[in-house]
Nanobody, 126 residues
Framework: QVQLVESGGGLVQAGGSLRLSCAAS????????MGWFRQVPGMEREFVAG???????KYASSVKGRFTISRDDVKNMAFLQMNSLMPGDTAVYFC????????????????????WGQGTQVTVSS
């Protein structure tokens, strides 16, 4: 059974930092793209950042320059370093991974990702 488990969320003041982790089990994601999405109640899940199987990255304009996505294929994990957090970053953050391998582009749509974690809450206070 494939599982993605996020951790590292919490409450932080504006301007602070958090590092989210995503631990994968049940299969290796070497060769697959991974991503982070976030969702606020009543809103659609939105793309935050993606990392390709080869290490290239893509960011939403709202987080570019503040967030950094990375991966450790040995540990089968992905990470999201979030700096200069703002109240608008408050959301549940989800880790996601594609089933297909060696995708040519980093997709920012939820439909491209086959595996999802349960989410971790990030709350940024003003």
């Amino acid at each position: 059974q494939v599982q993605l488990v996020e951790s590292g969320g919490g409450l932080v003041q504006a301007g602070g930092s958090l590092r989210l982790s995503c631990a994968a089990s049940g299969r290796t994601f070497v060769g697959s793209n991974m991503g982070w999405f976030r969702q606020v109640p009543g809103m659609e899940r939105e793309f935050v950042a993606g990392i390709s199987w080869s290490g290239s990255t893509k960011y939403a304009s709202s987080v570019k320059g503040r967030f950094t996505i990375s991966r450790d294929d040995v540990k089968n994990m992905a990470f999201l370093q979030m700096n200069s957090l703002m109240p608008g970053d408050t959301a549940v953050y989800f880790c996601a991974a594609e089933h297909d391998m060696f995708a040519r582009v980093i997709d920012a749509t939820t439909t491209a990702y086959n595996y999802w974690g349960q989410g971790t809450q990030v709350t940024v206070s003003s």
